[in-house]
């Protein structure tokens, strides 16, 4: 397949949708080593358009307008260290959904909710893992703890409820 993105950036792009986009930018920024690319503000001073390198991604963003719903989104990003990178979004105001743990396919990672409301998956990739092999290590314990754990937060973090719900993955026929 021919790429045919700009220079700099990639074939599919994410676009968050917030009510302070001025603010969600400077948050990557401190958070997840963001370089702020554009901040175009609009004659009725919302954020008409918004641009954040992180990594080899620019995520897109603009501001809400009041009759719009709140649309909240689900990022994922690989970072160099997903507890110190965890830290940083906490102490500019994220929460923490689900706390880092190390996965059976070789990622570490957790969640954080952002103070926008958006879901974040903070990942490194800290080992190589091939496929049979974690499809193996996904019914250790720790792997099948990490799992529900991770299941479990999102659904109560998404649903609202108290806990969540979490079913065991079932490695897919041959």
Sequence with gaps: ???TAPEGYTSVAP?????DTGALLDFVTAAFDGEEIARVPVEDGTVGHGEIRVGDTVVL???RRPDWPAM???LRIY???ADAAMAAAVAHGAQVVTEAADSAWGDRGGRVRDPFGN?????SRV????PDLAWERMFEPKYAEAMRLAQETLDAALSGRASGVASAPRR???
């Excluded at 879901?119 to 990942?123: L, Q, R, Y």
């Excluded at 080992?127 to 091939?130: G, N, R, S």
């Design 1 to 3: 397949m021919r790429h």
């Design 15 to 19: 676009w968050v949708v917030t009510d």
């Design 61 to 63: 963003a603009f501001d």
């Design 72 to 74: 909240p989104s689900l």
């Design 79 to 81: 970072v160099p260290d």
């Design 119 to 123: 879901i974040w998956w903070v990942v």
């Design 127 to 130: 080992e190589e893992v091939e």
């Design 172 to 174: 897919p026929s041959p």
